[in-house]
C-alpha cells in the first residue's frame, strides 16, 4: 500500500487536505501551519486526488470534506469514508463539512471517524478539533454537530411513499437531502442551475410535496441518502 501511520511526534505532524473549494484549502492549511510541526503533504479537490495522494505518503491526519462535486461514486460521501476508513484504519479522519442534515451526520458518526466538524463554525474549533483527533487521540465531535446528532429526528409528513420519479429527479432531490445546493448540484452532475431547478420542482410536483423542508424529510425517512 506505500501508506504508513504513525503516532504523530512534536516535531512532525503530516497532514493531507481534501475539498473541492480552493479557498477553504488554503484556509484550513493556514490555520494548521499555526500549529507546531505540522507539515501539509497533500492538498487536494476530490476524493479521487485524495486517494491517489495517500499512496506512499506518510500521513497522520486527514481531513476532508464529505461531498464534492465531480468526484466518482465510489470516492465521495459515505463510501469515500468506508473506503479511507478500509485502507488507512490507523489514520484519524477528520470530516469538515456543510452539511448539517442530521441523517448523513448519524452516518459518519457511526463509522466511528475520528472527527466531525462543520465548516460554519470558529477556526478555533477546527484547531481544538485537530489537536484532539491527532496529538490526544481523541473522538471529536464540534457542539454544533453534537446537538444536530443529539436532536429528536423531525416528524414525517404522510408522503407518498413510491413515486414515477426519473432517475435523474431522483438523483437530484437525493442530494438536495444531502444539504447541497442547487449550484452545487449542477456542478456535481454537469448539469445547467435551470436544469436542476426544473428537475427538483418536478419531483416535487410529483410527491406531492410543496415546502423544501417536507422534500428533506421525503428523502430522510425513505433513506435516499444512503
Known sequence: MGFTSQHPSARAIHIAIADDHPVIRHAAAAALKGMTGVHIVASVASGAEL???????????IITDLLMPGAQADSDGLPLMQRLKR???????LV??????????????????AGIVTKS????VFIEATL?????????????????LDAPPPATPA?????????KELEVIRLYGAGLSLTEIAARLNRSISTIATQKGNAMRKLGIERNADMIRYVQSNRLIQ
Open 132 to 148: 484532539n483527533v491527532v496529538v490526544q487521540r481523541l473522538q471529536y465531535r464540534s457542539a454544533a454537530v453534537r446537538a444536530i
Open 51 to 61: 486517494l491517489t495522494a495517500l499512496q506512499g505518503t506518510r500521513c497522520d491526519l
Open 96 to 113: 469538515f463539512t456543510m452539511v448539517r442534515n442530521r441523517d448523513v451526520l448519524l452516518e459518519v458518526d457511526q463509522m466511528n471517524v
Open 159 to 167: 408522503l407518498h411513499d413510491r413515486s414515477p420519479l426519473s432517475g
Open 121 to 124: 463554525e470558529e477556526v478555533g
Open 87 to 93: 485502507l488507512y484504519p490507523d489514520t484519524p479522519i
